[in-house]
Every structure is written in structure tokens, then in C-alpha cells.
């Protein structure tokens, strides 16, 4: 079973406006990473955010982690149509002996002019 | 794409037949992975490798087999494509692992006919 799993599933909204999406996982994590994927491309990392951290800024990203409640949240501010992409979050826990990375199934984000 | 260059970019086979996909790096980094991506289930890890010669499985390695005999190069072998391993397959390198930020390659579409 995944270890992330991004909520909601899809998300449209307009220009300008905020883009809020989250992340549940079940077990301990080392870290949690966000990464983006455009259509028909790689994907690229975003930003990390230790277990020992709490709110982490990028840009007009903003990553927050609460490992009390398991979860994690990526606000994109004054989003553009470029944002329009796959978020996926991604935890590290260390498991049968050494760190593994798991990916969530992804929230696609829509952003309209 | 970070000095990744996936080889194929798009293959069709037919069921039976062997397939390799490569994974070329220029950044000497010593983590190499493979993943496939389907719809719904994110990234799955196949196989990876932390060093020329050493490699380990993922969480969905039946049916593939992974070699690396340069730090540049992994390679990743379907001995007997099936339908089930349509999707598209990515690499992606790291310098110290999975507690820190995995570079993505292109991907490539494997169609399994």
C-alpha cells in the first residue's frame, strides 16, 4: 500500500488564486518530499522538508508538516497557468534496513487564465 | 533533465520478447533507480542500485532484471514483456540517496502489445 496519499485527487481553480493540496502517510518518516510533473515529463523535486521541521518556504511554495497528524500540505500562492502540472508528495522511512522513498498517486492541478 | 537521458523515448514490443531500457547519467552520482508509473498508482519502485555492480530490488521487481556495470550506465531488462508492463518507465539518480532530492529522467512509453 502507498505511504502518501495526496488529497484531493484533482483540483482546477483560477489564476491568482491559492492552490492548497495535502498529504496523508501512515508510518514514521525521515522526510517528505514534493515533486512536480508536468504532461509527458519527468518529475522534478520541489522541496524537502525534514520530520524535525515544520513550515518550509520556496518561492511562492509553502510546505508545512505536522507529524502528530501524519500529514503534510503544499500551498502554492497566486498561481499561474504554468503551475498547471501533477503534485506528488513522497516519504522517507527507514524500513528493512535502509531508507525508502514512496510516492503518492498525485493531485492534478489545474490552473486557468 | 539534470544530465539523464533515458533510451528509448518510445517503444512498442509485442508479448514475449526481451526489452532494455537505458539510463545514462553525467552527473556521477552513485544512486540509480528504476520506476514505473501507472495510472492511479504513482511511482513504483522497480529496481535500484547504489553502486557499480550492486543493485537491489524494488517493490514490483517480477519480470525485470537490472545491470550496472558503469557509474553512468543502468540498465533495465524485460525478459519476457507482457501486457502488464505497458507504462512509463523512469529513471532517476541521487547523490546521497533517498534522504535527499532524486533528478528524473524523460521517462519512456513501453506499449506491450
Known amino acids: 500500500s502507498q505511504q502518501g496519499e495526496e488529497d484531493p485527487q484533482a483540483l482546477s481553480i483560477q489564476e491568482g488564486e491559492n492552490a492548497t493540496m495535502n498529504c496523508s502517510y501512515k508510518?514514521?518518516?525521515?522526510?517528505l518530499q514534493w515533486y512536480r510533473q508536468n504532461s509527458g515529463r519527468g518529475l522534478v523535486h520541489l522541496i524537502l522538508?525534514?520530520?524535525?521541521?515544520r513550515e518550509k518556504h520556496s518561492g511562492r511554495l509553502r510546505v508545512t508538516l505536522d507529524t502528530s497528524k501524519k500529514s503534510s500540505s503544499l500551498l502554492i500562492t497566486a498561481s499561474r497557468a504554468a503551475d498547471t502540472a501533477s503534485y506528488f508528495c513522497?516519504?522517507?522511512?527507514?524500513?528493512?534496513?535502509?531508507?525508502?522513498?514512496?510516492f503518492g498517486a498525485g493531485t492534478r492541478l489545474a490552473v486557468h487564465p | 533533465d539534470a544530465g539523464i537521458t533515458q533510451s528509448p523515448r518510445h517503444k512498442v514490443t509485442e508479448t514475449g520478447t526481451p526489452v532494455t531500457l537505458r539510463c545514462h547519467q553525467t552527473?556521477?552520482?552513485?544512486?540509480m533507480y528504476w520506476y514505473r508509473q501507472d495510472p492511479g498508482h504513482g511511482l513504483r519502485l522497480i529496481h535500484y542500485?547504489?553502486?557499480?555492480?550492486?543493485?537491489d530490488k524494488g517493490e514490483v521487481s517480477d519480470g525485470y532484471s537490472v545491470s550496472r556495470s558503469k557509474t553512468e550506465d543502468f540498465l533495465l531488462t524485460l525478459e519476457s514483456a507482457t501486457s502488464s508492463q505497458t507504462s512509463v518507465y523512469f529513471c532517476?539518480?541521487?547523490?546521497?540517496?533517498?534522504?535527499?532530492?532524486?533528478?528524473f529522467g524523460s521517462g519512456t512509453q513501453l506499449s506491450v502489445l
Open positions: 532517476a539518480i541521487s547523490e546521497k540517496g533517498e534522504i535527499e532530492k532524486l533528478f
Open positions: 513522497a516519504t522517507v522511512g527507514f524500513s528493512g534496513g535502509y531508507n525508502k522513498l514512496i
Open positions: 542500485s547504489y553502486g557499480v555492480k550492486d543493485t
Open positions: 552527473e556521477n552520482h552513485r544512486y
Open positions: 508510518t514514521s518518516i525521515n522526510n
Open positions: 522538508i525534514r520530520s524535525n521541521e
